[in-house]
């Protein structure tokens, strides 16, 4: 299409006029030709190329052409700063006027873009000639520099190195858990697993230490760096190093029954020598089981006491017990300071039993715990046997020695709430994909099935420990295509989308705690959380239930009419009104979620509705 445009003086009377190529009578324009002949002699869009090539790098989805043209960036799909990029890449635009562009839709997978422009230009005797060209590109897969580098062995410039020297991976199936969530891996080049750690590799040193700083945040560390020159240039005074951070988490985790050294229980508001280790933040955060005290070990106090503080036991020693009954008890009162105590928990006296000596004798353990809030008869709880245990320490004969009551004979743990292996778990967990992390050295493939085990039954008996993490509904698939840590909810998963042929949306355990009403669950997801929430007291604070399922996790359609059961209220104009916000001529209208009516049939106005009018008198 294109257009002649002249200046008409006003009040001039248009006069024909004779095409003079063709002969035809045409309104009088500075060329003396009409549209037709004037595209055979003059073609404004004949320079500017119809098809370009954009380079995009597969591995993180970035355009080549931002900042100056050099350098790569990612950009939404039909966004103005694409268009941008585009329109500088189409050659002998500069020469053209440009009037408008907008995108014209393509199938995703074709590989190309397209953008319809209108461009004007000056042509004989002062004439506009204006026309409308559709500029194709193609888009050409190219690695980025920063791929590039990830692909390449030793384009790293620090490490970070992550260990614990325990017998387990429990400690890293929940800091995994705590990066996936706060995407702090983001800008690692390559991530390697081994056996006690793992490895994270990134391009600049600022990278590093960000991520250094997310885990002194994460978990009690000690951290340790170092640099290795790498080349150097005496002309200029340029040195390039290679720096690593070594990370050394405390070999203390959840769960792990510790003895204090003397002097760290004393300053520590005199607590017990035996305590349990309840949770691990950047403290460690210690109870006693038998009177409930709580206190806090920071890395500085937990390295100052050396050897002197280890754990006695650690969770691969936990046997299950059944609780046969339970009575609250009184916490001990001090005559020195008042002691600090978890009002969480609750002191009680339990008689139990080992599973394995149902049906075979009749040994029985009373003991005092902390988890009297939550234990009821007939629950499974784990626990260390102190009874029959074999303790290979020092401290413990002291213990048992100088203490009036000596150890006793059973020092419960946490609740358990689901039986693995006969209820399918309703949840799951995302983990590396397999293009992130590169396992360097395996370890037991029996011994990591059971480290997963026991990590999930610390999430479902343990609220705050859920707070810090996402946690997936079983049979929806995970954000961005991630792996599942569970191979049997992975497989549901797909043939439920085979099934109903179309994804489902995401859902995450709430992460927020108590306290929202939004929530909802599906009827069609009750059989999914089989198990879940079941034989679970009202008063069970720590039991995983359904109302802590966020259901269809995603904004709302700012286009999309409003559901039913909410309040619809329709303002003004507010520039007219002196309140910010409120316009003093507007319709107030509201839609109750269920009707009050007498017997005659009128409305009986609900609280709601009583409230919305006396804002209305207000105003």
């Given at each position: ?43 404004i ?33 039909e ?48 004439a ?9 590109f ?10 590039q ?8 410039k620090?490490?970070?190195q ?10 890293f ?96 508001g ?36 050396g ?28 005559t ?41 008869a ?21 213990l048992e ?16 709430y ?5 209820i ?18 395996a370890?037991n ?53 085979k ?30 959380n ?6 679970v007291?009202?008063?069970?604070e ?71 009018e006396?804002?209305?008198?207000e105003?």
């Amino acid at each position: 299409m294109a257009d002649v445009m002249a200046p008409i003086a006003p009040n001039q009377t248009p006069v024909a006029a004779i095409c003079c190529m063709c002969a035809i009578n045409i309104q009088p324009n500075p060329t003396n030709m009409c549209l037709q002949c004037l595209r055979t002699q003059v073609n404004i869009a004949s320079g500017l190329s119809t098809r370009v090539t954009m380079h995009q790098c597969r591995g993180c989805l970035k355009y080549m052409g931002g900042s100056g043209g050099t350098g790569w960036s990612h950009y939404e799909a039909e966004s103005r700063e694409l268009m941008a990029v585009c329109l500088r890449k189409v050659a002998g635009l500069n020469r053209l006027r440009l009037v408008d562009a907008g995108w014209i839709w393509t199938e995703p997978h074709s590989k190309r873009l397209k953008l319809k422009l209108t461009v004007q230009q000056e042509v004989m005797n002062g004439a506009v000639l204006q026309e409308a060209v559709v500029v194709e590109f193609v888009v050409r897969n190219q690695q980025c520099p920063d791929c590039q580098a990830s692909y390449t062995i030793g384009a790293w410039k620090a490490i970070v190195q992550v260990r614990q020297r325990v017998d387990h991976k429990r400690t890293f199936l929940h800091l995994e858990q705590l990066i996936l969530k706060h995407n702090a891996h983001a800008q690692a080049l390559q991530i390697q697993g081994f056996a006690d750690g793992m490895d994270f590799y990134f391009a600049e040193r600022n990278q590093a230490a960000r991520f250094t700083e997310f885990l002194e945040t994460a978990c009690p560390v000690r951290v340790k760096q170092s640099k290795k020159l790498v080349s150097q240039d005496d002309h200029s005074n340029v040195f390039n190093y290679k720096y690593t951070t070594i990370i050394e988490i405390v070999p203390v985790c959840k769960d792990d029954l510790v003895i204090l050294p003397t002097k760290l229980a004393q300053n520590l508001g005199d607590i017990a020598r035996l305590c349990l280790v309840l949770r691990v933040l950047n403290h460690l955060h210690l109870i006693d089981p038998l009177t409930g005290q709580t206190a806090e070990v920071s890395v500085e106090k937990y390295h100052k006491a050396g050897f002197e503080f280890r754990a006695l036991l650690s969770a691969s020693r936990l046997v299950e017990f059944m609780v046969l009954g339970s009575e609250p008890a009184l916490a001990p009162t001090k005559t020195s300071a008042p002691a600090r105590r978890s009002k969480r928990h609750r002191l009680a006296e339990v008689e139990v039993a080992l599973m394995s000596d149902l049906g075979a004798n009749d040994t029985r353990y009373r003991v005092f715990t902390h988890l009297g809030h939550i234990l009821r008869a007939g629950d499974t709880v784990l626990g260390y046997l102190l009874a029959t245990a074999s303790l290979n320490s020092a401290d413990a004969d002291e213990l048992e020695t100088k203490t009036r009551a000596g150890l006793p004979d059973a020092v419960l743990v946490r609740k358990v709430y689901s039986n693995e292996g006969r209820i399918r778990p309703a949840w799951r967990l995302k983990k590396f994909e397999a293009d992130e992390m590169e396992v360097v050295e395996a370890g037991n493939a029996e011994q990591e099935d059971r480290d997963l085990r026991d990590y999930r039954q610390q999430l479902e008996g343990d609220r705050e420990m859920r707070r810090r993490v996402n946690m997936y509904k079983a049979g929806r698939p995970l954000p961005g295509g991630a792996e599942d840590t569970d191979h049997e909810n992975a497989a549901l998963g797909q043939k439920a989308g085979k099934t109903k042929g179309k994804v489902e949306k995401m859902t995450v355990v709430s992460a927020m705690g108590e306290g929202d009403g939004s929530t909802r669950l599906d009827e069609r997801d009750r059989s999914t959380n089989e198990g879940l929430g079941e034989d679970v007291g009202e008063d069970d604070e720590e039991a995983l239930r359904l109302d802590e399922l966020l259901d269809d996790l995603e904004l709302d359609d700012p286009d999309a009419p409003p559901d039913d059961h909410e309040a619809q209220v329709l303002v003004g104009d507010v520039s007219s009104t002196g309140i910010a916000g409120v316009s003093k001529d507007f319709a107030f209208t509201f839609q109750p979620k269920t009707r009050n009516d007498d017997r005659d049939g009128n409305h009986a106005k609900t609280k709601d509705e009583q409230d919305a009018e006396e804002i209305y008198k207000e105003l």
